[in-house]
C-alpha cells in the first residue's frame, strides 16, 4: 500500500461531501462516533461494520482501507469545526470576543463525543505514519485559524504566542478527559478556561508583543 492511497481516498471524500451517499454518510457518522469514543488504534474495521450493520466486507465498497476511513472521517472533522469556529467569531470585532467565541464554537463541538470532532483529537499517534502524514495538513488547517486569531490579541512583550496557542488548545483538547455533562455547560468551560490566559494581555497603554 502506497503513502498517497489514504491521501487520495480522503480528498475523494471531501469532493463528494458527506450527504452525497446516504449510505456513505452513514458510515461515516457511525466511522466518527466509534474512532473518538475508542481512538484509532482501538476500532476495527469490524467495529464499524457491526455499527454499520453489514459485513466487514462489504465496507471496503467504500474505503479500500480502515486507514483511509480515519483520513476521511478526520477531514471531515476538521471541515466541521472549521465551519462552527468561522460562523462564531463572524459577529465579533474585539480580538479578545473573537478569540472566546472560537474557543466556544470549538469546545461546543468538540463536546459532542458522537460528533465527527471528537476524532480529529482522538488518539491517533498509534496510526502508521502514512496515516499520520495525510492528518496532518488537515490539523495544520485548522491550528493555522486559531493562529490567526491569537495574532490579532494585545499581549504583553515577551509573551510567546505560538506557545499561548499550544497551552490553549490543549486545555481546551484536553477538556474531553474530563467534562460531565450536567455541570458546567461547554461555553462556561471555554470561557473559564480562556480567561486563565487574560493575564497575558498587554496593560491599557502597552504595545502588543511582536
Not at 27 to 38: P, V, W, Y
Not at 67 to 77: I, P, Q
Not at 159 to 188: E, I, K
Request: hydrophobic residues 50%; neutral net charge.
Amino acid at each position: 500500500r502506497t503513502m498517497a492511497r489514504p491521501a487520495r481516498t480522503a480528498s475523494a471524500a471531501q469532493a463528494d461531501g458527506p450527504g452525497a451517499d446516504t449510505r456513505r454518510a452513514r458510515l461515516l457518522d457511525e466511522a466518527a462516533r466509534l474512532f473518538g469514543a475508542k481512538g484509532y488504534e482501538h476500532t476495527s474495521m469490524r467495529d464499524i461494520a457491526s455499527a454499520f450493520g453489514t459485513l466487514p466486507g462489504s465496507l471496503y465498497h467504500h474505503f479500500d482501507s480502515k486507514d483511509a476511513l480515519f483520513v476521511a472521517v478526520y477531514a471531515a472533522g476538521v471541515a466541521q469545526i472549521l465551519a462552527a469556529v468561522d460562523a462564531a467569531v463572524a459577529g465579533h470585532a474585539d480580538p479578545w470576543d473573537r478569540l472566546e467565541a472560537a474557543c466556544v464554537a470549538h469546545l461546543e463541538m468538540l463536546l459532542q463525543k458522537q460528533s465527527y470532532a471528537a476524532a480529529v483529537i482522538t488518539d491517533w499517534t498509534a496510526a502508521h505514519l502514512a496515516v499520520r502524514d495525510a492528518l496532518v495538513p488537515h490539523r495544520d488547517r485548522y491550528e493555522l485559524q486559531f493562529a490567526a486569531l491569537i495574532a490579532a490579541l494585545p499581549l504583553r512583550p515577551g509573551v510567546d504566542r505560538q506557545y499561548f496557542r499550544l497551552a490553549l488548545l490543549g486545555a481546551l483538547n484536553w477538556s474531553l478527559t474530563w467534562f460531565r455533562s450536567g455541570r458546567d455547560a461547554p461555553a462556561m468551560v471555554a470561557r473559564q478556561l480562556l480567561a486563565v490566559f487574560r493575564p497575558a494581555a498587554a496593560p491599557p497603554d502597552g504595545s502588543a508583543s511582536a
